[in-house]
């Protein structure tokens, strides 16, 4: 019997994997085929400075790997191209002649569609191997038997952290006490669970998942300041944040990068003036009383996403912020920059997803708590609680608005 599959791959998929069509190939064991609609799709979304270097990636992929797949023809193009070009692609699959095409997408609405002309479908598996890691793998573990490094878990009502200590050697602590960094004062048991995991001199890498609200930028910047100003651990601190919500505008905005990218991270700027008044902070700045802040970019930097590509950065504390609208291969790019000496905190909601091509499972976060659990130098934690921000955020969080 032949198991030979003939998969059709949709624009979403090469976006999240431009090595899909390698990986579906699976050798020579399968055929794959990319719809004319798609290529198209990709002509257009060069020009989209949100997407623009994954499609340019896709199309060298194509063009290298042109014996492994065969395009698509269609008899009609959409005209003008439009956002219901999936309808053109249904078209080419079932005038493809092919026995028995398994169409290949990560866009739910095109699976409906799909199966109303009987035609299957299937998510890419690369893409969904998981259920929101990053929301259900909440830092705790119910018991020692499950244990992996860097967790918590309760007994007799206190938090026990499990990790290694200074000499490399597992071990239990208790966390009685309470933090205090940078004159921050954590508000509740996860804040100062998350202070506990920030200032840990044995984990490289963070990720804190939670809503908006619970204060994860502002003890991610305290605990910035401490490792570089007061520890000295570090040199430097970037924060890094993927302009999902800019797309093209970000180019015809006055002025540097930082200028154009001030719209968009003020609140950062108004978060590092507030630990500024909590605690003197002016080597960070160029001049602190303007507003917005003016920071030494030998010692503070704020950087678009794009930006990292190229660089190796060391001996810095790097903050990446909003890391559920970062796809996989830029969640892989961004972290393979960091060298020695780096202390990165990686914050997210994935239920706040603002990338198109992306969802509350098939994001950078989620992929990060998935691929990263269980390494001795990484930890994740999940903040709760009720008091955050202010009694109006408070209220929100409790009414579950």
Not at 83 to 91: M, N, Q, R, S
Not at 232 to 259: A, C, H, N, S
Not at 301 to 324: C, F, H, K, S, W
Request: hydrophobic share 40%; aromatic share 10%.
């Amino acid at each position: 019997m032949d198991q030979r599959k003939q998969f059709i791959v949709d624009t979403n998929v090469l976006l999240e994997d431009p090595e899909c069509i390698r990986k579906l190939r699976n050798g020579i064991e399968n055929d794959v085929f990319v719809p004319y609609h798609v290529l198209l799709e990709l002509n257009k979304l060069k020009k989209d400075a949100r997407l623009a270097h994954i499609a340019a990636k896709v199309v060298k992929n194509l063009l290298e790997d042109r014996d492994k797949y065969v395009v698509l023809d269609t008899d009609k193009v959409a005209e003008p191209f439009q956002d219901l070009v999936d309808g053109y692609i249904l078209d080419e699959v079932q005038r493809s002649g092919l026995a028995e095409p398994i169409l290949v997408t990560n866009d739910k609405i095109l699976q409906l569609l799909a199966a109303k002309r009987g035609i299957k479908s299937e998510f890419y598996r690369e893409s969904v191997p998981f259920k929101s890691d990053a929301e259900y793998f909440t830092g705790f573990v119910a018991s020692r038997e499950e244990r992996v490094p860097n967790c918590f878990f309760w007994e007799e009502g206190k938090p026990v952290f499990w990790g290694r200590n200074e000499e490399g050697h597992f071990e239990e602590k208790a966390v009685s006490y309470q933090h205090k960094v940078w004159n921050v004062t954590p508000r509740n048991v996860y804040q100062n669970l998350a202070m506990e995991l920030l200032t840990n001199p044995c984990i490289d890498v963070v990720s804190i998942q939670s809503e908006a609200g619970y204060g994860k930028s502002f003890l991610a910047l305290a605990a910035a300041l401490h490792l570089v100003l007061e520890r000295k651990d570090q040199r430097k601190i970037y924060v890094v944040k993927p302009m999902i919500e800019i797309g093209q505008k970000l180019g015809y905005l006055p002025g540097g990068v930082e200028e154009k990218m001030e719209p968009y991270t003020r609140y950062v700027g108004d978060l590092m003036s507030k630990l500024h008044a909590t605690r003197p902070a002016n080597r960070l700045f160029l001049d602190a009383e303007q507003y917005p802040p003016k920071f030494d970019p030998k010692k503070f930097e704020l950087l678009p996403l794009n930006y990292i590509r190229g660089m190796t950065i060391e001996n810095a504390v790097v903050i990446i912020d909003e890391m559920q609208n970062m796809s996989r291969s830029e969640c892989r790019a961004l972290l393979s920059r960091m060298g020695e000496g780096v202390k990165c905190f990686c914050l997210g909601d994935i239920r706040q997803v603002d990338h198109p091509y992306l969802n509350q499972e098939n994001n950078g976060l989620n992929w990060l708590v998935k691929k990263f659990k269980g390494a001795e130098n990484y930890a994740h934690l999940v903040l709760k609680g009720e008091k955050s921000r202010g009694p109006i955020t408070d209220l929100v969080i409790r009414s579950g608005l």
